[in-house]
């Protein structure tokens, strides 16, 4: 379950994968011009209040109190929240009601307004995540426009976790070739003594489609000294949307795993090659004792690292919960549109949907596919689901 506060965010990150897909179509110009909506805090509130009645979709999320993402396609800190105070209002709803919050940003400023930090501090359960790619202070001024600095935001990190709440978490992400490799292990010896205790990670994707991603090119490839859109043609096995080979981030992925046990921190990775890798079921950087939901492939994925095979059973009990008692057909935030995914899951709930693509491993979002090969299908149970086998790191 993620959320945003603003349908726009006031940052300028070249990288922004928020941008790639808003700034498309009819909405493009409005979205390049900032204009923004913010959501209606009573909207919220009635959401939260009574689920069963207003929660739709999310209802069985909000009862069972799943940790919520804030900060998805935008980030509720930054300076659209300055002038309109959306998420404070909110911050101070959800304190009342004392609900997990899991949130990422490159802000800094509300780390030092006592109007935030005094609702922040002693909340165990709301854990902040800080997006930094580079200590690079010129690399970083330029790929990330309007973004406090490096050191702000390790500054910022500090504050939160001397605050007493969830704890502090390092986003690397998305981590560059080029920019992110210089400083990259130094970036992370620095978080840990500023006081994370977790840090998460996946490599930059490259929209190849993206007419703004494309005018952002010779501004990347200067930075990263290299022709990067060649780079992930030449090292990406699909099209269109460009996703590094598993032998190019396997390096960088081990250093960093290995820099973290060395300094006592979680290490978790968002990028779907090697989430092998993680702590455990919570890519983004959570302990295995907050409560997110398990009735996901990174759980999967733990469970056969850690008994060898994954069955159904092991994961379907989140899954049957929580989005059980609605059709995939009316998902909201989620690609209904195909005719042919129309034709093949109309009648499905978002349960049944996601046994299919269990079982169905040729499937992309498959856990065979997702995680290419990590998960091998060898068989399968008395139900006719498919049997998992774990294929991947120790």
């Not at 790929?143 to 605050?163: C, F, Q, T, Y």
């Not at 502090?168 to 080029?178: K, N, Q, S, V, W």
Request: aromatic share 14%; proline share 4%; net charge neutral.
């Amino acid at each position: 379950m993620t959320f945003d506060t603003y349908s726009n965010c006031s940052f300028g990150c070249l990288y922004c994968f928020s941008q790639f897909q808003r700034a498309v179509g009819d909405s493009k110009e409005a979205y390049l011009h900032k204009e923004v909506h913010s959501v209606s805090v009573e909207k919220i509130k009635k959401m939260f209040s009574d689920p069963d009645k207003y929660g739709g979709q999310f209802k069985e999320y909000i009862k069972q109190r799943k940790v919520m993402q804030w900060g998805g396609l935008s980030d509720q800190f930054d300076g659209f929240e300055r002038t309109r105070g959306i998420t404070l209002e909110l911050l101070r709803f959800f304190k009342e009601i004392n609900y997990p919050l899991c949130f990422s940003t490159k802000a800094t400023w509300f780390t030092k307004d006592e109007r935030y930090m005094d609702l922040i501090r002693g909340q165990k359960n709301w854990n902040f995540k800080f997006s930094i790619i580079t200590l690079d202070e010129q690399k970083a001024h330029i790929i990330e426009k309007g973004v406090p600095s490096p050191k702000e935001r390790l500054d910022a990190l500090e504050r939160i976790a001397n605050a007493d709440a969830g704890g502090a978490t390092l986003r690397l992400r998305p981590f560059i070739i080029g920019v992110s490799t210089p400083t990259y292990l130094d970036l992370i010896r620095e978080a840990a003594n500023r006081g994370a205790t977790a840090m998460s990670t996946e490599f930059f994707c490259v929209e190849q489609r993206s007419p703004t991603l494309k005018a952002f090119m010779p501004t990347f490839n200067e930075l990263c000294g290299f022709d990067v859109m060649e780079f992930y043609r030449k090292y990406s096995i699909s099209s269109g949307y460009l996703r590094l080979n598993r032998k190019v981030k396997e390096p960088f992925f081990k250093n960093m795993k290995a820099l973290c046990e060395e300094v006592g921190m979680r290490f978790y990775v968002s990028d779907a090659h090697f989430k092998e890798l993680c702590c455990n079921g919570s890519c983004c950087g959570l302990p295995s004792s907050w409560n997110y939901s398990r009735g996901q492939w990174c759980e999967a994925l733990q469970i056969a690292k850690e008994n060898g095979y994954v069955h159904w059973p092991d994961i379907k009990g989140d899954i049957e919960k929580l989005v059980g008692d609605f059709e995939w057909i009316r998902a909201i935030g989620f690609n209904t549109n195909s005719s042919e995914k129309k034709a093949k899951f109309d009648t499905m709930t978002m349960a049944d949907y996601m046994r299919w693509l269990w079982n169905n491993p040729q499937a992309g979002q498959s856990p065979y596919k997702l995680f290419e090969g990590v998960l091998l299908p060898v068989g399968k149970d008395e139900e006719e689901n498919l049997i998992y086998k774990y294929n991947g790191h120790e």
